[in-house]
């Protein structure tokens, strides 16, 4: 279902790169509750299951597109992160 609905948000294009910051939806949604001032929108609002949902056809995108799609542990300090990050991004630029 998410492939479904990027291809119709992009018509049918795709990046040469995608970065998916992977992190479990209960983390992720930890960090949101924890950020000063930051109102849940509608889709921040939506059960559990929904976010499982979409984080599973997230992996499944990942998977089935590795080439493309660099699947990132969010789960680490931020240098950890970043580090990863450009390093796929040196790695597209040809540096």
């Given amino acids: 279902m998410v492939a ?3 291809r119709i948000a ?8 995608t970065i998916f910051l992977n992190i479990s939806p209960a983390v992720g949604m930890s ?5 000063d001032g930051h109102e849940l929108d509608r889709l921040e609002l939506e ?3 929904f976010h499982e949902t979409v984080y599973e056809g997230y ?3 990942a ?3 590795s080439e493309r799609i660099a699947n990132i542990d969010a789960d680490r300090p931020i240098e950890e ?3 990863d990050i450009r390093e ?5 630029f040809g540096f």
């Fill in 88 to 92: 796929r991004l040196d790695r597209l």
């Fill in 31 to 35: 960090r949101k509750n924890k950020q």
């Fill in 4 to 6: 479904e609905v990027n």
């Fill in 59 to 61: 992996l499944a995108l």
């Fill in 63 to 65: 998977r089935e597109n």
């Fill in 81 to 83: 992160v970043f580090a």
């Fill in 10 to 17: 992009t018509g049918g294009k795709a990046p040469d790169l």
């Fill in 47 to 49: 059960k559990a299951a």
